[in-house]
């Protein structure tokens, strides 16, 4: 079993629209979490922590439920630049390791 | 302010031939260091890291190794690669827990 799982999608919704992915993790040490967007062939850039308490930016938000270990975004009023893939990350080990999802990709059409 | 620089930037080599990708960090010192793989339409998976000098941890047995000879220095080699070596490596350091930074990533085909 993948350390972090996410549906690899694609999500093809309309501009305006609503979109949330989650994501599992099956190490319950795992400490820290993100969400990680990578355009097509670039590198990952980081979007947003992810806190249990729940963190909001903008259209974004992200929440954490360590009880049933899997982290969530929620995407508001898509626009066509939110295409992308989006990445969960799990730190682990004293922040040592810092493992990726395969990430979800997401198409925002006109 | 801490820059990550990674290189080259695209590779093509033969089957069988030796590999060296290298990384280095500015502005930082005694990061955390890691070697990904990002293969055609997948995600990333976590080949190495490292906590110091000379101390690797590998994820996956693979045709690869690293090494870490500078603090601040991250190297990725093989010494016969293999086809399904190709893909886009990337190189990432942090800095405790707040952010992974990514070097520009190398192409690397195999043929």
């Known amino acids: 079993r993948k350390e972090v799982e996410q549906d690899p999608g694609p999500f093809n919704v309309p501009e305006g629209a609503t979109v949330a992915f989650n994501c599992t993790y099956s190490?319950?040490?795992?400490?820290?979490f993100f969400w990680y967007r990578q355009d097509c062939r670039k590198e990952p850039k980081l979007l947003m922590s992810v806190y249990s308490s729940g963190n909001e930016d903008g259209r974004f938000t992200a929440q954490l439920n360590r009880a049933s270990q899997y982290i969530s975004l929620l995407i508001r009023d898509s626009k066509l630049s939110d295409s992308a893939t989006y990445l969960c990350?799990?730190?682990?080990?004293?922040?040592?390791?810092?493992?990726f999802g395969t990430g979800t990709k997401l198409q925002v059409i006109p | 302010s801490q820059t990550i620089h990674q290189w080259p930037a695209t590779l093509v080599q033969p089957v069988g031939s030796p590999l060296s990708l290298e990384c280095t960090v500015e502005?930082?010192?005694?990061?955390?260091l890691y070697w990904y793989r990002q293969a055609a339409g997948r995600g990333l998976q976590l080949l190495f890291y490292s906590v110091g000098i000379g101390q690797i941890s590998s994820e996956v047995p693979q045709n690869l190794s690293a090494s870490r000879p500078q603090d601040r220095q991250f190297i990725l080699s093989s010494k016969k690669l293999l086809l399904s070596d190709s893909g886009f490596y990337l190189c990432a350091w942090m800095d405790g827990n707040t952010e992974a930074f990514f070097g520009q990533g190398t192409r690397l085909t195999v043929v």
């Open positions: 990350v799990a730190l682990t080990g004293g922040y040592q390791k810092v493992t």
């Open positions: 502005g930082t010192s005694n990061p955390n």
């Open positions: 190490n319950s040490a795992s400490q820290s």
